[in-house]
């Protein structure tokens, strides 16, 4: 029986970055997966195939909206959705060859099957063939990650009921999209079939569509996404059934003033949010205690409550992203070796992939006025913005949010074009806990969409923006 310093159960983000991190630290690693390719839900199934159908729906969407008025005349073109999933297939499997090369080059030793604990430092692995291999351990990482959930009435058919996994793999646009879950996963694919020419309609239990996140860009976001893409929000609404009559799916929902609506779709999308996997991984077996809400516990430093096993990412609490996996992948295989890492979990930033691209990082103003915190804010728009004039990307704004006494950057929300990449100055700057002043002294490239974070600055610390 061959025995590792350390074994991952699980090779997303989280396993395969605590893999590398565990091994470039000189322990002998293995890595678990229970599928024959590596990287988890988002290399798959989630943010990287997502984002290929998203820049290729937004250049078809460009093609027939846009050129004209760029001076590119072109026959009307066509959506060839089976390329634009070739296409998608492509991104998908260069990606996952990528994560193999570093196994190799880590000398990470990769296991395919189902890991389980028989007892707190052995594993076993099940074979597909149905075979069975046992290791020994002495420490171990869970990092395999959540499924899609669902609500009463719904039954998953993956035909017409589908999940995100299944609507990657499309063989049609659809007439009639209905999306169940206004957050991130639903808008984004969402708009891939909006830009293609579906007609999407949203259902949200929550008063706001992104509730998560701060509500000056849910309400932009909504404006936006009705206007560019003929999004149509149906918000407090509750979902009763959904059901799948053939050719097509009937969805019965109640709204605030308790009425019953019937809507009819092509497909229903169910995007209610996640839920952690840890099905069949022997946690009693081992003495591992979950949560009411089947999250694995652990302490501040990711440590279970038994002696040398870990949990990452989406199997605890915080927010279900890659990027707060691969931070905790690292940070717990730091402290394996005696080092201190740490992760501010506040300044860890969310994106959501529409067009414009909404990312925050920090406080909302929601929370601050819980908190009865004194604050200030400041907001540019990118209509105001040369660049964004120039790309014509004029929707949205950055948004500032600083202590009114300090000026400390408490929180920072944008909507417009590479938001996305945006937030990273953000991130440095409340990181190094950075005031506006700070931001609005330093030199930005002209013309570029970040001048925008500038002026938000300068709008926050007394009103000087420039161009506004």
């Given at each position: 029986m061959e025995k590792f310093d350390v074994t991952i159960i699980g090779a997303g983000p989280g396993g395969y970055v605590a893999a590398i991190r565990c091994a470039q630290l000189g322990m002998k690693t293995a890595l678990i997966e229970r599928y024959p390719s590596l990287g988890g839900t988002c290399l798959n199934v989630g943010c990287i195939p997502s984002k290929a159908l998203l820049d290729s729906s937004e250049h078809y969407f460009n093609a027939v909206n846009h050129f004209e008025e760029h001076g590119i005349d072109i026959q009307p073109p066509k959506v060839n959705l089976k390329q634009m999933i070739e296409r998608k297939r492509g991104?998908?499997?260069?990606?996952?060859?990528g994560i193999n090369f570093l196994m190799k080059k880590n000398k990470i030793t990769v296991y395919t099957g189902h890991g389980s604990f028989v007892s707190p430092n052995l594993i076993e692995i099940a074979k597909a063939d149905g075979s069975k291999e046992q290791i020994e351990t002495t420490k171990t990482v869970i990092a395999t990650g959540s499924k899609p959930s669902t609500l009463p009435g719904i039954e998953i058919d993956?035909?017409?009921?589908?999940?995100?996994?299944?609507?990657?793999?499309?063989?049609?646009?659809p007439k009639n999209l209905v999306i169940i879950g206004g957050g991130v996963i639903g808008l984004e694919l969402g708009s891939v079939y909006a830009r293609l020419g579906s007609k999407v309609t949203v259902v949200e239990f929550m008063d706001r569509i992104i509730p998560g996140m701060d509500g000056s860009l849910s309400k932009e976001l909504q404006r936006v996404l009705k206007k560019n893409l003929s999004f149509e929000f149906l918000l407090k609404h509750k979902v009763m059934d959904v059901k799948n009559t053939g050719k097509e799916?009937?969805?019965?929902v109640e709204n605030a003033k308790g009425e019953k609506i019937e809507i009819k779709g092509d497909y229903c999308l169910v995007s209610v949010g996640r839920r952690p996997y840890t099905d069949n991984l022997g946690l009693d077996k081992a003495g591992v205690r979950v949560d009411n809400r089947g999250r694995i516990e652990t302490d501040e430093h990711l440590k279970t409550n038994v002696d040398g096993i870990y949990a990452i990412g989406d199997v605890v609490k915080g927010a279900m992203l890659a990027h707060k996996a691969e931070e905790e992948g690292v940070y717990v295989a730091e402290q394996m070796t005696g080092q201190k890492p740490h992760i501010n979990y506040n300044l860890i930033p969310g994106v959501v992939y529409t067009w414009p691209e909404v990312a925050a990082v920090g406080l909302t103003e929601e929370q601050l006025k819980e908190q009865g915190r004194k604050y200030k804010t400041g907001s540019f728009p990118f209509k105001a913005s040369g660049r964004a004039r120039a790309s014509m990307d004029t929707d949205g704004f950055v948004k500032v949010i600083c202590d009114e006494a300090t000026d400390e950057i408490l929180g920072v929300h944008m909507i417009g074009p590479r938001a996305a990449d945006m937030i990273a100055e953000a991130v440095v700057?409340?990181?190094?806990?950075?005031?506006?002043?700070?931001?609005?002294?330093?030199?930005?490239?002209?013309?570029?969409?970040?001048?925008?974070?500038?002026?938000?600055?300068?709008?926050?610390?007394g009103k000087r923006a420039i161009h506004i």
């Open positions: 991104v998908v499997k260069m990606t996952v060859d993956k035909k017409r009921i589908i999940t995100s996994t299944e609507a990657l793999e499309l063989t049609e646009v799916v009937s969805i019965r700057a409340m990181e190094y806990r950075a005031s506006a002043e700070d931001i609005s002294r330093m030199s930005h490239a002209h013309p570029t969409f970040t001048e925008s974070m500038k002026e938000a600055c300068l709008d926050a610390t």
